[in-house]
């Protein structure tokens, strides 16, 4: 079946460092990929996605791109804020699967100033 | 676009006792999923509507667990008979038929003590 492995947290970082949070699938075919963030307290907020191989996916600084030969999907920032401390998790949505979500465990990153 | 609402945010339950919960999509939205995060894990798959059909249901939800979609607008989740183990966040997300993303509510935090 589809499987997500993320890097386990938490991560730590200093503000405006480098962050990248490290996320491999298994999946048959070819599944579109997403990151969601989840701030305290809140649901999920989907933060990117990508749908096909070699897609990049970007938001409010943050970047993954579609790696099918790695079956990968890192996520990437280059200069963190306090307000990025949230859990990031990453997940997949098979071709056959209903449009249903199979989640990471998620990676807690807390920011400090 | 209102988002995603769930009631109630939080809930606590003595071991036992029935539980419902409801689950307001996005108005537009055909597709509600139903999903289960315990404390330091991504959320698991529970079930799937399309409009007010059940289409596919997880092997975590058992007998005891019950979800409808009336009409095809909201959608309500019932516990019977709540355990310790039910104690986790329920989201409930919603989609349309030709889009990939699912948009998440904030969850229902249920305490069975």
């Known amino acids: 079946g589809n499987s997500v492995t993320q890097m386990e947290g938490p991560v730590t970082l200093s503000e405006e460092a480098f962050l990248t949070i490290n996320c491999t699938y298994t999946a048959t075919g070819y599944p579109s990929l997403f990151w969601y963030v989840q701030y305290p307290g809140e649901g999920l907020q989907l933060l990117l996605k990508a749908t096909k191989a070699d897609d990049k996916g970007s938001n409010k600084g943050f970047e993954a791109t579609y790696r099918k030969e790695t079956t990968s999907f890192h996520l990437e920032k280059g200069s963190v804020q306090v307000s990025d401390s949230a859990v990031y998790f990453c997940a997949l949505r098979g071709t056959d699967s209903w449009g249903k979500l199979q989640f990471g465990a998620g990676t807690q990153v807390v920011v400090t100033p | 676009d209102t988002g995603v609402s769930q009631d109630p945010r939080h809930k606590i339950t003595k071991r036992g006792q029935n539980v419902t919960f409801r689950c307001d999509p996005i108005?537009?939205?055909?597709?509600l999923y139903w999903y289960r995060q315990t404390l330091g894990q991504g959320p698991e798959f529970l079930t799937y509507?399309?409009?007010?059909?059940?289409?596919?249901k997880s092997r975590l939800l058992s007998d005891r667990f019950s979800a409808e979609r009336p009409k095809g607008s909201f959608s309500t989740l019932e516990i019977q008979r709540t355990e310790q183990g039910d104690s986790a966040m329920y989201l409930c997300a919603s989609s349309t038929t030709d889009r990939t993303e699912a948009f998440f509510g904030q969850g229902t935090r249920l305490t069975v003590v």
């Open positions: 108005s537009e939205h055909n597709r």
């Open positions: 509507f399309q409009n007010e059909a059940q289409l596919e």
